[in-house]
């Protein structure tokens, strides 16, 4: 008779059925007044803890790392006083466990601060080792940083972070040839029109932040293979979310760190999808950007506080055009929401909800605090390609580099060294290209 042959176990599974017997064990051992054996759990989570130090300190572990630990030392302690709970005559009173069973979540809830303000500190008290070099943002810009990263041809990855998000930009010979973030300010993508726009779903962005954060895949990538991105697109999403994800940070710098590795060569997947994006460009958007930014922020101060509309607000709409962002936008309008709940509603970075309401301030839907006075001009206010227009130029820069060099090993040089007379034209010549 053949034996059956059982199916192999899930390393992944293991690992977590050995944390839990773990767990387990220690909180047996705590309840039964077993001290030894209770301190030999403890020392475990020493060890996780040390190892969680190391692997921040070396920026190797994620945001989660830590709130996952803190998850486990919680779990075990809720444990015990949950057995102690149902030991006591209030076990049998629903108000005295409801009671019970909210102390437990704001406690969860406190961890979670707790862990975030943990994170800042191994940060900050770490930030000069494993590193070719790193700093805080409020001492030496970001631009600065990028701008030596590009004059000197570096080939590595610069990270940056802030309490809510990470930035890790990979430089290929002082070019930036990927950009991977933590988390996405953007959910609507733009298309040829007002009314073409895409929507990353919500649960597909949670998923792939979550792969970011657990098994370290760019959310770009895995975007593509949830299939929301065609490989085609991969390139022109990177530059749109991205930059603006680094934008963000040039505008809150203030709070950020910054940590460069030095690499050897960028990895596959860096190679695999290289933008070719040029420093100069992005910084001069970026620059751009933040003084756009400071207009905006004279009609609306404050962005916490809740937008007002306008008394003849329907009477001034019949008049417009609206896309369906600005529509959108309006029937999110209820005296209540500000400028940050936006954000999350509608899915746009917050420099893009503050353009829309500037606009809508000028025609009346709604009331800037701070008077028609602070409404900045209207030509700030028309749709900017300049982006779009530099990393196109970029790409044909590159291009014809790419041509012309690809000419000259087949062909040889027509002029000599000089490259004079016999150098070959491409404006001139056909080669079935679109111009």
């Known amino acids: ?72 030392i919680l779990f075990s302690r809720l444990r015990r006083g949950f057995r102690e709970f149902l030991r006591t005559d209030d076990a049998k009173a629903e108000l005295k466990a409801a009671e019970w069973a909210i102390g437990a979540l704001v406690a969860g809830s406190a961890l979670s601060d707790f862990a975030a303000v943990i994170d800042r500190a191994i940060l900050d008290a770490g930030s000069l080792r494993e590193y070719s070099f790193a700093g805080r943002a409020d001492f030496i810009s970001l ?16 990270s940056l972070e ?57 959310i770009f990538l895995s975007l593509r293979d949830l299939g929301f991105l065609k490989p085609a697109e991969l390139r022109d999403a990177m530059r749109l979310m991205g930059t603006e994800v680094l934008y963000d940070f040039l505008r809150e710098q203030n709070e950020a760190t910054f940590f460069y590795r030095r690499l050897d060569e960028v990895p596959d997947f860096v190679r695999e999808h290289h933008l070719r994006l040029g420093v100069t460009p992005i910084l001069l958007e970026g620059n751009k950007r933040l003084d756009d930014w400071r207009n905006l922020c004279r009609a609306f101060p404050d962005p916490d506080q809740a937008v007002q509309q ?16 600005e529509i959108k936008l309006l029937a999110f309008l209820n005296g209540e929401n500000s400028p940050r709940q936006l954000v999350s509603l509608m899915g746009l970075p917050l420099q893009d909800v503050y353009a829309m309401l500037v606009r809508l301030a000028r025609d009346g839907v709604v009331i800037p605090p701070g008077g028609d006075e602070s409404l900045p001009d209207s030509g700030m206010l028309q749709s900017d390609d300049s982006m779009e227009e530099a990393f196109a130029a970029l790409d044909a820069n590159d291009d014809d580099a790419q041509l012309n060099n690809a000419l000259d090993k087949v062909l040889g040089s027509l002029g000599g060294d000089d490259g004079g007379e016999g150098k070959l034209d491409l404006d001139k010549l056909d080669l079935g290209r679109r111009r």
């Not at 809510?164 to 298309?191: C, S």
């Not at 306008?310 to 962002?325: P, Y």
């Open 143 to 158: 631009e600065e940083i990028m701008q030596l990263l590009g004059a000197g041809k570096h080939v590595g990855c610069l």
């Open 310 to 325: 306008g008394q003849d607000m329907f009477t001034r709409l019949a008049e417009l055009d609206l896309g369906v962002m």
């Open 1 to 72: 008779m053949t034996t059956p042959v059982e199916p192999a176990q899930d390393p992944d599974d293991r690992l977590s059925g050995d944390l839990r017997a773990r767990i387990s064990a220690m909180v047996d051992r705590v309840v039964k007044g077993e001290e030894k054996g209770a301190k030999e759990e403890l020392e475990v989570f020493l060890v996780k803890a040390w190892e969680l130090c190391r692997r921040k300190l070396a920026m190797q572990g994620t945001k989660a790392d830590t709130r996952d630990l803190l998850g486990e």
């Open 162 to 218: 802030k309490p809510d998000n990470r930035l890790d930009i990979y430089f290929d010979r002082g070019i930036v040839a990927f950009l991977d973030p933590h988390h996405l300010v953007r959910r609507m993508l733009p298309g040829r029109s007002k009314m073409a726009i895409r929507e990353i779903p919500a649960k597909m962005l949670a998923d792939a932040e979550q792969r970011r954060t657990q098994k370290g895949t760019p």
